[in-house]
Structures are given as structure tokens and as C-alpha cells.
């Protein structure tokens, strides 16, 4: 999420305290090789090839990328909760891919996985193969469907490409992820507001036109925190420019980042319902696809949670989520899936 533990980013003003989004994670090595590439059947000229038919044909309509892992709710991992190469004993035991049969239990609908990114304890990209080829094959197992999450950096464009590649592509035995989240949030690489703009754009409209089916998912900054809480903090924001990239906007709105004496910001429902009311505005499109990802779990409150619930469901959210999954106590997950507005 927004889906961190979130990523603390430097230069946030005392009004909010901004949390890596569903920034938070990535793992070891390759452990385990790439999915081979899938064969083809050969073609070329038929010495019994029919005639040339006359029919007039139709051109094929592009597919519409299908959405449904964005719906309902859903729960997020990031490579610090289950990377070998990114554990923090202090935090406690990794998550392993059993865990994913309580999520289910838990009314969980989608698990947003970090399974990428970019730094040396992720020399393949992926944060750990073997790993999140068992997280996958395990949810769907579940009747559960997994969106795989990137954090781009945008100090090198190709190199953030390859990793959505590599999620697009990742594949085993016939499981696939149900989407791709790109975790926009990252800003101490390209400091220049205009020069990362401009290499967000690049990356998300090559992205769009080499994976045109494959359901895309925005993390983003709530617009209300750039014009009410925190100005100056990402000028010019390409929302429009980035309308038609991208299927579902996941705004995070981490209320707990809010500080109450500063910023009424701080409550849960307001936040919410201001993130995506804000949202929908600067996309100029009222009938956008939203998933809040709320939070962060491990300060929030029951109240926190019915509140943001009840905003998700006020403001017609396809789904909603809170970062992250280890993080949220058991009467939280009473409380968001008893108030489930999907």
C-alpha cells in the first residue's frame, strides 16, 4: 500500500510522518531458476493448406484487463516479512507459505506479495524464487488470487522495467500472478520532481504497451496529502497522464502517519473518504477503480479499522486492504471482515 513495513522517505514536514508504502520488502537470491520460456507450435506453409478464404473478417477487440484480484479484500507482504535475505530478528519469525491458509481463513481475497526488487540481496530481481513460486502456487490453492508488487527507483528506467518483466513473465507450473502493483513512492534517487515525473511516465507507458492485458495496479500517495497535508512534497503529480496506464488506484492512506495534533488527517475515516474523493478529482474520472490501502496495522485501533471500513464502503472502493499482514492483530481482521463492503 499500500500493497513499508512501509518506507520512511526523508524531508516529510512534522504534519505527517510518511511511511514506505507497501515499501518494505525484497529478498535472497535466486533460489530457484526461471520458468522456461513456453514453446511454440512451429508454423509456416501448408502444401494442404485450403485456399485463401474471401470471408471478410472483423479486427480482434484487445482484452480487457480482468480486475477481479483488485476486488474485496485483500492483505499485504513485503520481502522484509518473508525474504531470508531481508529478515530482522527483532520482528520475529518470517512468514512461510502455510501461513497464506489463515489469511484465506481470514476472508482474505488477494495476497499483494513484494516479489521483486532492486538492490544486492535481489541479484535475480525476483526477491527469492522458490519462495514466491510456493506463496503463488499455495493462494491459488486457497481460491485466492496474488497481484505482485514493485518498487521502482527511477534512477534507472530499463533496470526498473526488467523487474515488472520478470513479474509479468514469472511463472510456475501454470500459475501466474493476477496482476501487477506499481509502488510509486520512491523519491531520494531522482530528487527533481520534473525529471521523475517524466521517468515515471516512460516507465508506466512501456510497461502498459508490452503487458496491454495484464491488470495494473497504481500504489500511489493520496492526492490530499500533496495539497492539504504535505504541499510541495511531489509537485505535479501526472495523474491524467497516467489515467490510462494504470486499472485500479491504490491510494495509501495511512492515517497512523498523521499527526493529530497537526492534521485532523489522522483519523481513518476521514483520510479514507479525502483519498479518494481527492483521487477521483485529479484523474477527473468519477467512476476510477480504488483500493485504499489503509494503516499501517500494528498502530492502528478496532475504531481505525471500522472507520476506514466504513469510508471504503461510502465511497464505492472496489476493494481495501491494510498494510501490512503480519502487523494486524486478530480483532483488527474481526473488524475488516465483518465490515467487508464487498
Not at 510456475?172 to 531522482?190: L, M, N, Q, S
Amino acid at each position: 500500500m499500500v500493497l513499508v513495513g512501509l518506507m520512511f522517505l526523508a524531508g516529510v514536514a512534522s504534519a505527517v510522518v510518511v511511511r514506505p508504502g507497501p515499501e518494505s520488502a525484497a529478498t535472497s537470491p535466486a533460489s530457484a531458476a526461471p520458468a522456461p520460456t513456453p514453446s511454440v507450435a512451429p508454423t509456416g506453409p501448408s502444401s494442404t493448406a485450403p485456399p485463401p478464404s474471401t470471408t471478410t473478417t472483423t479486427e480482434a477487440v484487445p482484452a480487457t484487463p480482468d480486475v477481479s484480484a483488485y476486488r474485496g479484500l485483500g492483505t499485504w507482504v513485503d520481502a522484509f516479512d518473508y525474504g531470508p535475505a531481508y529478515h530482522r530478528p527483532q520482528e520475529g519469525p518470517l512468514l512461510v507459505p502455510e501461513d497464506v491458509d489463515a489469511m484465506a481463513e481470514r476472508g482474505v481475497r488477494t495476497l499483494f506479495l513484494q516479489a521483486a526488487r532492486l538492490d544486492d540481496r535481489s541479484p535475480g530481481g525476483i526477491v527469492d524464487w522458490a519462495l514466491v513460486a510456493e506463496f503463488l502456487e499455495r493462494a491459488h490453492e486457497n481460491d485466492m488470487q496474488v497481484v505482485g508488487w514493485y518498487l521502482p527507483k527511477f534512477s534507472d528506467v530499463e533496470a526498473d522495467l526488467a523487474n515488472l518483466r520478470l513479474l509479468r513473465d514469472f511463472d510456475v507450473e501454470g500459475h501466474r500472478f493476477d496482476g501487477v502493483a506499481v509502488d510509486i513512492e520512491y523519491r531520494r534517487d531522482v530528487p527533481d520532481h520534473a525529471d521523475r515525473n517524466a521517468r515515471l511516465l516512460e516507465l508506466s507507458s512501456r510497461f502498459r504497451d508490452e503487458a496491454p492485458e495484464l491488470a495494473l495496479g497504481a500504489i500511489v500517495y493520496p492526492p490530499v496529502l500533496f495539497e492539504e497535508i504535505r504541499p510541495g512534497f511531489w509537485p505535479g503529480f501526472p495523474w491524467q497522464d497516467l489515467a490510462e496506464t494504470y486499472d485500479v488506484w491504490m491510494p495509501m492512506v495511512y492515517w497512523t502517519e498523521i499527526e493529530a495534533e497537526s492534521s485532523t488527517y489522522g483519523d481513518s475515516y476521514r483520510y479514507t473518504e479525502a483519498g479518494v474523493r481527492t483521487l477521483h478529482a485529479n484523474l477527473d474520472d468519477p467512476s476510477a477503480l480504488i483500493h485504499p490501502v489503509g494503516g499501517v496495522a500494528d498502530t492502528s485501533t478496532v475504531e481505525d479499522f471500522e472507520g476506514y471500513a466504513q469510508a471504503v464502503g461510502e465511497t464505492g472502493a472496489v476493494g481495501f486492504s491494510v498494510y501490512d499482514y503480519r502487523t494486524t492483530s486478530p480483532t483488527g481482521w474481526e473488524a475488516l471482515a465483518t465490515s467487508s463492503p464487498r
